[in-house]
């Protein structure tokens, strides 16, 4: 069995975190989604816990951090080519999203990204593996 790995994020709102998600293309597992928490199934091994603060308030004793004043976390997901990377940054900003920087272009690699609703940065990476002599 793959190890899996669960990412947990604060919002605030979880309706629109959901709605901002769907609207990259990330689908949701309904068995583990709740009015506390959703689900956000990236792959068959990877999948981002949504919590409402309050909830995920539940699993810490420290202060939860406000992703708009911190960053607490670089979540980065790989894509198959650049224009993927492009196509996401731009779903993000239209569904209310902001890009915090330029796309950066080291030739083997193209990588951009997006803040969500809540502030937490969403790094996207395509790299050339050939062209950076992995293969």
Not at 4 to 27: A, C, D, H, M
Not at 111 to 123: A, M, T
Request: proline letters at 4%; charged letters at 20%.
């Amino acid at each position: 069995m793959n190890t899996q790995i669960y990412v947990n994020l604060p919002v605030r709102n979880l309706e629109r975190t959901k709605e901002f998600f769907t609207s990259l293309g990330f689908g949701f597992n309904p068995q583990f989604t709740n009015d506390q928490g959703a689900c956000m199934v990236v792959s068959g091994d990877i999948y981002v816990m949504l919590l409402t603060e309050s909830f995920f308030q539940t699993f810490t004793g420290k202060p939860v951090a406000d992703a708009n004043k911190v960053t607490e976390v670089l979540v980065c997901l790989s894509c198959e080519s650049r224009q993927k990377v492009d196509e996401m940054v731009a779903k993000a900003i239209a569904a209310g999203g902001k890009a915090p920087r330029a796309p950066q272009d080291h030739g083997f690699m193209y990588g951009h990204g997006f803040e969500d609703l809540d502030g937490h940065i969403w790094e996207l990476a395509y790299m050339d593996a050939p062209a950076a002599g992995k293969t």
